[in-house]
């Protein structure tokens, strides 16, 4: 084989391998020194018969042998599927396939299978934020390359294999992934549909162009090794999802245990292709020689455990994906080989052959050996049990459906008798689910009958674990009992319909759809991250924010944009300010506004049955065309732009500015005046809420507080101790407070989300009339942290959880698709967004951010990007709005990294120290800079334009410094 090179450009080292140590006969029950390293080994297809260990006459699996002497069986372990995708979804995410994202092998265009959701907590992403280094080498099948869900973006920081399990149907491969980049392997073209001809009798020789010379399990089996000795001094999680022994059948010549195999088996009737996989010469030989080659790579790594001193350090967890394959399939006849024992059936199916794998689970000292578990337990479990042993039993997301083992592991418990377990499969249309002995399975009436579900079998395993006889008949309250568990644990999903499950619950009905929930959005202009007392905030009181955040999640890498215009532009489209060509701020007559040739979040919940209404600041355009009833909104009143943009009034001489109702100016308001807005926006949005009884609906309240000049209510001024800053925070909280307590005695808590954030950083150049950026650096208008990262919560009892914080980055672009996504919409259908749906991260059920990177825009120029903790500026940042405030230089040749988890301040560049970093992120920014930034950008869509606007109202047109004094009438729009 020709690894040499390849392995040299992906400098690695070599193990060398010396005896494991033995382990200990019983549980030790003393904690850790530290936290555990976890090895999980996933075969691909292979049998409880294809071990020796458990009764194979043909293969020997001497280190696997071994690894199961060390640890505790589970001798009745389901798989999370009977094929791969929905398994290994099953297994990273605790969920099982009635709750799971993904049911099914469905594949995505042109490489890979269907992606997870955004964001989706698995068992890597938990253990990476809890400091553990994370790696997964082999087959993922969870996300096409560049997808939401592909393994970087899962978790893992390090991933060399197969993406897509289609490609990994070839052991011979001409390239694989490293991280997000397709590498070459020195292999030639291996054609997978070839045959070979029957005439005359087939020669060794007829077979040699279904080989290559680099073996892809080899490769990959380097690449963990190398892992596990660059991450020794560290708790690390090592997922090795491997290939092996999923056909085609295919081993390298050089394997030592094939020579015995040839004469174990006899002169084998060659597979010639034609039914699927490559030709293989001798099947049997062939399967059993990849399965011993497995065998030896799992030694290697419990020798090379052992060789750095890590072997009572580590928990492995060793079992396959589902049963073995189909006798038959691509020449290999399982049958003859027993890979499934005794048990019925064989992958894809429901009866135990597919489902039931070989399962062990070894920590020397702390997990009993030769001990047996033949209790219920799955996949499900493992991330609950390994989170459990690792000490990090309080990461467990809410709503998983394993449970803990850990103590049953340690031997302190006796295993749960009566487990329930539930697996289905979209593709195979059944059900399972066992509950102690009973086992049940159920499939729709017949081919023309989808939508109906069929009787129930019912096995006792206890009595019949080959499942021959079907005792459903003499047992009809336990197949009742049965029925009822595959009518509750199946969770109907738009993307994996099972039409006879969706229906089981009622077949003459379709289930009632639950409410969608209500969405109220309260948006404060340039208040700043460090200005409420969740963030810190002492020198002005807020009560109501406070109980908010106790009761809900604190955000605190939330985005909006630098200026007041483009922040509003990206909450109501879902896009970069700079794709719907709304770079800067809008002024009062101007010609350009939000196209309303944009879909707006308001136009897309009226379409799903939503009311719409919007009291506050609009700001994206104030000619009729661009005013918010133009937009999706049902009503409206409120300032449309900033309140600082006065004009003097044509009919009383004073600075004023508009207050719009729907599309008609009704009052014009004096700086004394705006004292009233935040009071009136309120009692418009209470009434709202009020109104609203059967309908769901959407409150978008973009209050003009606090931006300067200050106007707190009456009430509120002198009352915060901190100035007219203070005072208006303190009338900011109150008004949330009143939504909230609406919203309480309307009975409508539990029903609607609220979110709780900020347009952009504080307006620190006003001084005391300017709020605080807490602990990040620069203000409005920068794109310093300090600038755009903004005070956000999210509350909404009984499904945000309480008390919590996410530090997963997202933003306003981010809510659009959430609010479409929570009212049973698609965004897919509409022009293209940035955003992403981040109901997993509000929900807790995820702790990773949905999108792959996010981009600090200025104007039209992209300034810097983020991907995870690390930031790269790429252009010169001013620390603020000040005219001539200093900038600090940058550029896409010599930019700046900071550190956000460690250096929140960004006070030091880091960039020569993770050189890879910035060439990552800065390929992000050349990417997203060539789609969006310069005059000819094709990601760009047009602003709204008039060709003649006009002021709202009659106004005197300010003279310019250098013409005479006398002021011209200038009239309102139309």
């Not at 094939?258 to 006899?266: I, K, S, T, W």
């Not at 099972?498 to 229906?503: E, N, S, V």
């Amino acid at each position: 084989m020709r690894v040499g090179l390849i392995l040299a450009v992906l400098a690695l080292g070599v193990a060398v391998p010396v005896r494991f140590q033995s382990a200990a006969t019983a549980a030790d029950t003393n904690p850790p020194t530290r936290r555990p390293n976890i090895v999980v080994f996933l075969c691909d297809d292979l049998g409880s018969g294809d071990l020796s260990c458990l009764g194979s006459r043909d293969i020997k699996t001497p280190e696997i042998d071994a690894l199961f002497a060390r640890g505790t069986r589970l001798s009745r372990h389901w798989a999370g599927s009977a094929v791969c995708a929905p398994s290994r979804c099953v297994l990273l995410t605790g969920r099982h396939p009635g709750h799971a994202v993904v049911r099914s092998n469905r594949e995505a265009k042109p490489e890979g299978q269907a992606s997870m959701p955004a964001g989706t907590a698995t068992l890597a992403s938990l253990l990476r934020d809890a400091g553990y280094a994370t790696g997964c080498f082999g087959k993922w099948g969870l996300g096409a390359p560049g997808s939401t869900s592909e393994p970087l973006a899962c978790g893992f920081e390090r991933f060399f294999g197969y993406n897509c399990q289609r490609e990994a149907h070839g052991y011979y491969p001409q390239q694989l992934w490293s991280d997000r980049e397709r590498i070459a392997i020195d292999n030639p073209p291996v054609p997978r549909g070839g045959t070979v001809s029957a005439d005359p009798p087939p020669t060794d020789a007829a077979f040699a162009s279904f080989s290559g010379t680099t073996y892809s399990a080899d490769l990959i089996a380097e690449q963990h090794l190398a892992f596990v000795r660059a991450n020794a001094a560290r708790p690390f999680f090592l997922y090795v999802p491997t290939t092996v022994p999923h056909l085609a059948l295919q081993v390298p010549d050089d394997e030592p245990s094939l020579a015995g195999y040839r004469d174990h088996f006899g002169d084998e009737q060659p597979y010639l292709g034609g039914r699927g996989y490559v030709p293989c010469r001798r099947p049997l030989a062939t399967y059993a020689a990849m399965i011993t080659r497995l065998d030896r790579e799992v030694g290697r790594i419990m020798k090379l455990l052992d060789e750095l001193n890590l072997a009572d350090d580590t928990i492995v967890v060793f079992s396959s994906d589902n049963g073995a394959t189909i006798p038959g399939t691509g020449g290999l006849d399982t049958q003859r080989l027993a890979s499934n024992g005794t048990l019925r059936d064989w992958k894809g199916s429901p009866y135990e052959g597919g489902l039931r794998v070989p399962t062990v689970a070894v920590w020397p000292g702390r997990i009993a050996a030769g001990r047996v578990v033949d209790s219920p337990t799955g996949f499900e479990d493992w991330l609950p049990t390994l989170l459990d042993l690792a000490g990090l039993a309080e990461r467990i997301p809410a709503g998983v459906d394993g449970m803990s083992l850990a103590e049953v592991l340690r031997g302190q418990a006796e295993p749960p008798k009566e487990r329930m377990l539930y697996r289905e499969l979209t593709e195979g249309r059944w059900q399972a689910a066992v509950e102690g002995a009973w086992k049940a399975i159920r499939r729709a009436a017949g081919p023309k009958k989808p939508a109906e579900p069929g009787p129930i079998e019912l096995y006792d395993l206890a009595a019949d674990p080959s499942e021959t006889k079907n005792v459903s008949g003499r047992n009809p309250a336990v197949a009742e009992r049965m029925r009822a568990i595959l009518d509750r644990e199946h969770v109907p999903h738009p993307d994996w319909p099972l039409p006879f499950a969706d229906a089981a619950g009622d077949p003459r009905a379709p289930r009632a759809a639950a409410r969608p929930p209500n969405v109220v959005v309260v948006f404060i202009d340039d208040l700043g991250y460090g200005d409420i007392g969740p963030y810190g905030a002492t020198k002005q009181k807020t009560p109501h924010l406070d109980r908010m955040a106790r009761e809900g999640m604190k955000l605190t890498s939330f985005y909006a944009a630098p200026v007041c215009s483009v922040s509003r532009a990206q909450l109501l489209t879902g896009c970069y300010g700079v794709r719907v060509s709304v770079p800067g701020v809008f002024f009062p007559a101007g010609k350009n506004g939000l196209n309303p040739a944009e879909v707006t979040v308001a136009e897309r919940l009226k379409t799903l049955g939503y009311a719409t209404a919007c009291f506050g600041k609009w700001h994206l355009g104030d000619q009729p065309e661009f005013l918010p009833c133009r937009q999706g909104f049902d009503s409206y009143l409120g300032i449309p732009y900033s309140n600082d943009m006065q004009k003097t009034s044509a009919e009383t001489g004073e600075k004023v500015v508009p207050l719009v109702r729907d599309d008609r100016v009704v009052e014009l308001l004096t700086h004394e005046m705006q004292g009233t807005i935040v009071e009136r926006c309120t009692n418009e949005a209470v009434a709202f809420i009020r109104e609203c009884e059967t309908k769901p609906f959407l409150l978008y309240v973009p209050h003009t507080a606090v931006h300067v000049p200050l106007a707190p209510g009456e009430r509120f001024r002198g009352h915060s101790g901190n100035g007219r800053f203070g005072d208006w925070v303190e009338e900011v909280d109150w008004s949330m407070g009143r939504i909230l307590d609406t919203l309480r005695e309307e009975g409508l808590d539990d029903d609607t989300l609220v979110i709780f954030t900020s347009d952009n950083g504080p307006w620190a150049v006003m001084g005391n009339d300017g709020g605080s950026a807490g602990p990040l650096r620069g203000a409005k208008a920068s794109t310093w942290e300090g600038g755009v990262r903004v005070p956000t919560i999210a509350w909404w009892p009984g499904r945000v959880p309480a008390g919590s914080t996410c530090d997963a980055f997202a933003g306003t672009i981010d809510l659009l698709p959430t609010f479409v996504r929570l009212a049973g919409g698609e965004v897919n259908d509409g022009p293209a967004i940035d955003g992403r749906d981040i109901s997993g991260l509000l929900m807790g059920t995820s702790h990773e951010p949905a999108r792959e990177a996010h981009y600090y825009f200025k104007g039209t120029a992209l300034q810097a990007v983020r991907d995870g903790r690390w930031k790269l500026a790429i252009a010169p940042q001013p620390s603020g709005a000040a005219a001539g405030s200093a900038a600090v230089e940058a550029s896409v040749v010599q930019p700046r990294l900071y550190d956000l988890q460690a250096d929140i301040g960004e006070t030091t560049d880091v960039s020569t120290k993770h050189p890879d970093v910035v060439v990552r992120l800065r390929l992000l920014a050349e990417r997203m800079a060539a789609e969006l930034c310069g005059p000819q950008a094709p990601g760009r869509r047009p602003a709204g334009t008039v060709a003649e606007p006009r002021y709202l109202y009659p106004v005197v047109e300010e003279p310019a410094a250098s013409t005479p004094t006398k002021r011209r009438m200038k009239k309102p729009a139309a």
